[in-house]
């Protein structure tokens, strides 16, 4: 069974203090993973798109990564701003289905 | 503006009573899809639709109908609500379906 499994489920940082979160995946054919954010009570934000294992894309202060197995979202020196819940997502095969994993809920203090 | 319109943000209603949520956008998208949010169970894919007339089920579809008539508006139908699709919805656009999608504000339902 396709799978998504991000980690950690909260993350609380303080400012500047840089750190990772992970999604790790389960798909017969990868054909796209995603990361957004998300804000309360707000519609997810789109991030980055990665599409084969060893690429990497970069945003301000924010770096995913791509595997064969997993994706990172590094954050360097994260702000106040950057709190959010951030989601990964899957995309499988040719069909349009898309698996979001539970997400990572990211908190930094000033 | 480019952007996914969802109407209404807020509905309160009754097991039972049919009821439609519209979602529009603006950017020439052909791939759209809505979604539900529940807590602990995070995002999941109601149904999506590659192009005009094109829809397919994704992992959640029971209790829900959908239609693409035009390619700028893809609405949810729920024939018949009950209590456990009360939740948060949100309707999704695309320029293709491996491109990020630009989400609505959402719609929060509750069926009681």
């Known amino acids: 069974e396709d799978q998504v499994t991000q980690s950690p489920e909260a993350l609380r940082l303080q400012e500047g203090e840089s750190s990772s979160l992970n999604c790790s995946y389960t798909?017969?054919?990868?054909?796209?993973l995603f990361w957004y954010r998300q804000d309360p009570g707000k519609g997810p934000e789109f991030l980055f798109t990665l599409y084969s294992a060893g690429e990497e894309k970069e945003k301000e202060r924010l770096k995913a990564t791509l595997t064969k197995k997993e994706s990172f979202l590094h954050i360097t020196a994260p702000k106040p701003e950057d709190s959010a819940t951030y989601l990964c997502?899957?995309?499988?095969?040719?069909?349009?289905?898309?698996?979001f994993g539970q997400g990572t809920e990211l908190s930094v203090k000033p | 503006e480019a952007q996914v319109t969802q109407n209404p943000r807020y509905l309160i209603t009754v097991t039972g009573k049919k009821l439609t949520v519209t979602c529009s956008q603006n950017m020439n998208h052909e791939y759209m899809s809505w979604y539900r949010q529940d807590p602990g169970l995070g995002l999941r894919q109601i149904y999506y639709s590659m192009n005009v007339e094109v829809t397919d089920k994704g992992d959640v579809p029971e209790g829900y109908k959908v239609s693409r008539k035009e390619k700028r508006n893809f609405p949810l139908i729920l024939e018949s609500p009950s209590p456990n699709q009360t939740s948060l919805y949100f309707c999704a656009s695309s320029v293709r379906v491996d491109y990020g999608y630009t989400f609505g504000s959402g719609t929060r339902l509750t069926v009681v």
């Open positions: 798909v017969s054919g990868l054909r796209g």
């Open positions: 997502a899957v995309q499988e095969g040719i069909g349009g289905k898309l698996i």
